[in-house]
């Protein structure tokens, strides 16, 4: 069973958390990353999120993160491999089921970036649909109490709606 499903209210920790991981990434990665950048819940103020970190770095080559992966590991962040997402090198830092930063890697400007930074900066100016999300979050952390994978499939459809406003906003501009 996995541990308890809880969303915390934003705390500034969580940007300061971020800019200290983004310079030991860039002492680590720096000569692949195009950008890092703070992405997720904990990276949009006054959202409520599971305190763990997420982070994405933005290369030309996903073939160049295989030489990073033993110096991340250097710096506790663990490698783990997903087959479903061929477009994502994925590491952890902390205990399975219990990390404190997920780093996610992707080709820059790729599909994947792309829907991430929509995803985030939507939510980051229209404070009516950060608090729908807010809200939402809270009623499937409750209703999913212990089934983080349930919890994250029933956000999925708001996150998609999300982006593809985003997406729409950003073809008229």
């Not at 500034?12 to 971020?18: C, E, Q, R, V």
């Not at 490698?79 to 902390?94: D, I, S």
């Not at 009623?139 to 999300?162: H, M, S, W």
């Amino acid at each position: 069973m996995d541990k308890q499903i809880v969303i915390e209210k934003y705390t500034t920790g969580w940007a300061l958390s971020f800019n200290e991981e983004q310079k030991l990434l860039k002492g680590v990665v720096g000569d692949i990353a195009i950008s890092i950048e703070h992405i997720g819940s904990t990276s949009i103020k006054g959202l409520g999120a599971k305190p763990i970190i997420d982070i994405m770095i933005g290369v030309y080559d996903l073939k160049d993160v295989d030489g990073a992966i033993e110096p991340l590991g250097n710096i506790e962040y663990e490698h783990v491999f997903h087959e479903e997402f061929p477009n994502r090198r994925f590491f952890r830092k902390g205990l399975w089921r219990a990390g404190t930063h997920h780093l996610h890697i992707y080709k820059y400007e790729s599909e994947e970036w792309n829907s991430n930074i929509l995803f985030r900066d939507y939510l980051r100016k229209h404070p009516d649909v950060r608090n729908q999300y807010n809200q939402l979050k809270i009623e499937l952390a409750q209703k999913y109490r212990c089934d983080l994978v349930g919890y994250t499939a029933a956000k999925a459809p708001f996150i998609r709606n999300v982006i593809q406003k985003a997406k729409g906003e950003t073809k008229c501009q």
